[in-house]
């Protein structure tokens, strides 16, 4: 019986997800511009108990046209870049909540970091583009489109803010872009006629332009733009140093005279380049280095300070030292070993 | 024949052709009308409220129309079971508890007007035959329903708002 129960209880569960999987959103952005909505009344009565014809009155309005474009921004929080590399891209959504068929101008604007940070450089050759063969991310050569076309009623687009890192950017440097999208006439390829709001109450004549887009951090409330923010922020890079000791002579045991083997696991994560990493590990006390037994990455280095990557009590007294030279996050892990007798 | 009858005779002749005429051109006048609320500030620099006509204003989907029916008795006659049905358009949705009619019984149908029926007791059934009660957005029709005879030169309106889809 319990195993019946539990069973019917997943079914159930399932459903329930499904449910909630197929439901659809509610239309977001209503009845079509131009279309007739009326009000029909109808009366019954009777005189001298007997039913009287209908009597019906109608009054309608036309529905305008709602300018409502939303920009979000798909990134949750800064982008991570390094300080040098080309073409780095913010991400944002344009979408249609209006009820008619529009085209959007897109510009990026310097903001105010919309992640609680302050804005304090710029990005080099900031461009703006369309996602436009609907492989997700930006492709150089794919996604051409500067402007959003004939974007229908309800419906999303994705939109690049692309811009050029400058070298020497200090770790946690930000900068802060506005997406700013503007409506424009739809109707026909290319870009259409900036759309223009209705002035004074209501033209009377078909369909008036309403903007009913809120404000964003590039634009105001009902100006036929919308705009959101987004950030770069430059990454550092972090060392992270694995150190472990196993006692390689007879016995195992660390006594006195025993042999240990120090393992230094070296490696680097974050977008940044940690450039000139030097490892320095100062030999145990009561212990004493087993000369010839320092390796980088499998090979021997001399405990001299010479050309070669280490040395042993000769940067630094009483320590081993190791240069690793720059080194990122795709740096294969850095292994140092070096062995010392318990005195 | 006294002079009494010979007025009372007159008096008949003179009103027959009258009550022909009036119910001739229709005993009951209606009229519809849909205005949306205008906030505006007056001369004083005070914020007020104005319903302006439908059809002279901007109305986009999210906006809430008022749709009014004005109701009058031009005959002479007590009008008795008067009904008022306003069908809910496809493009709006009935705002929940706002349709007014002083004197006025009011229901809702989810049927395309088959039954009529007050919001606690309207249900809509599955296809698998489970009810449940109806949604205010599901409303398709509303009926009003005066109680007693509307006198001759009574009047009224019963109103409802309803949300441009």
Redesign the interface.
Known sequence: MKRTTRYILTAFIALVILAAITERPA?A???PAG?T?????????????S??PP????????????IDPIVTTTNNSYVSVAPGPASQALTFRVTNNG?ATQDYSLAAANAADPFGGADNFDGANVRVFVETNGTPGYQAGADTATFIDELVSDAATTVYIMADIPAGQATDDIAAYALLATAHDGGAAGLGALTAA?AG??S?LGV?M?F?DAAGPADGARDGAHSAASAYRVAGAAVTLLKSAVVISAGNQPVTGATIRYTIAVTVSGAGTAAGVVISDPIPVNTTFVAGTLTLNNGLLTDAADTDAGDVNGTTAGAVTVRLGDLNSASPVQTITFEVNIN | MTTKTVVSMVLVVLLLPMTAAA?KK?????????EVEVATTNAKGEKEVKR???????????DV?I?T?Q?ANV?K?P?????????V?E??VYVENSAEGPGMKIEFSVDQGKRYAAPDKLVKTDAKGVSRRAAAREYTHIRWTLGKP?APGGKGSVSFRAR??
Do not use: C, M, W
């Not at chain 1, 909505?37 to 108990?49: F, L």
């Not at chain 1, 009597?55 to 305008?64: G, H, K, Q, Y």
């Not at chain 2, 302006?52 to 999210?62: Q, R």
């Open positions: 239309r952005a209503g009845t279309v909505i009326s009000g029909q009344a109808t009366a019954t009565y009777d005189y001298d108990a039913p009287q009597i019906t009155a109608v009054t309608s309005f036309v529905v305008d046209r709602k009820n209705t109450a209501n009377q008036d309403v009913a | 119910q229709g005993s009951i006048e209606l009229r519809s009308i849909s302006v006509d439908a059809a002279a204003s901007k109305v986009i989907p999210g129309v749709f029916t109701y005959d006659k009008a008795e079971n008067v009904v008022i049905i306003n069908p358009s493009h709006v509307l441009v889809k």
